[in-house]
């Protein structure tokens, strides 16, 4: 009996919340199918479960860990808010990354500069971009400035670090970088 409790709790991962039962009989224990009560009864391969059983309580810890998982990822995605200094890291990552569709949405969409140039976008692509360092060095509930000094490396093995201020603004509740010239972003 309890090899067979020790392996479903092992399988749903319980290990650490399992409680030993204690039976009074010699016959095995097996999960009723239809009832999903514990009856004693001998079965052909003495301890076992049903599939059915199994296929409950298994399929019922992953659609709860599924749902653990979606939560997360609704928090992350919509209720969490993030950082001017997030949505920095987040925006060299993305022109290190190549992903320049990223990269633009995370331009305020009233900046006077609604992208970034292609001189910028070829040099990122060419380089390998790592932010060092951001800090804020004004922010009030609508609008942030902070210093970015950022690593690139460049395919020619040159190397450069600069540092530069950015300015960034609240559109529906997000940070989004205020790009004022076309200038290199």
Do not use: C
């Not at 659609?63 to 950082?83: M, P």
């Not at 380089?127 to 460049?154: F, G, K, M, N, P």
């Amino acid at each position: 009996m309890k090899p067979l409790l020790s392996r479903l709790a092992a399988t749903v991962n319980l290990s650490s919340q399992f409680t030993p039962l204690r039976v009074d009989t010699d016959d095995p224990l097996h999960l009723d199918d239809r009832k999903m009560g514990w009856k004693s009864e001998q079965i052909d391969g003495g301890d076992s479960i049903s599939r059915r059983a199994l296929l409950k309580y298994g399929g019922g810890v992953a659609g709860g860990a599924g749902l653990l998982g979606g939560g997360w990822l609704f928090y992350d995605r919509l209720l969490r808010e993030r950082t001017p200094q997030e949505t920095v890291r987040q925006y060299y990552a993305a022109l290190d990354n190549g992903n320049e569709e990223k990269a633009n949405g995370l331009i305020h969409e009233d900046s006077p500069v609604s992208g970034n140039s292609e001189t910028f976008i070829s040099i990122a692509e060419q380089a390998d971009l790592t932010v060092q360092e951001v800090e804020v060095v004004d922010q009030s509930d609508d609008q942030a400035t902070v210093r970015v000094t950022v690593h690139i490396e460049y395919d020619t093995s040159e190397e450069d670090t600069q540092t530069v201020t950015r300015t960034l603004r609240k559109s529906d509740g997000m940070w989004k970088l205020w790009l004022e010239s076309d200038g290199g972003n």
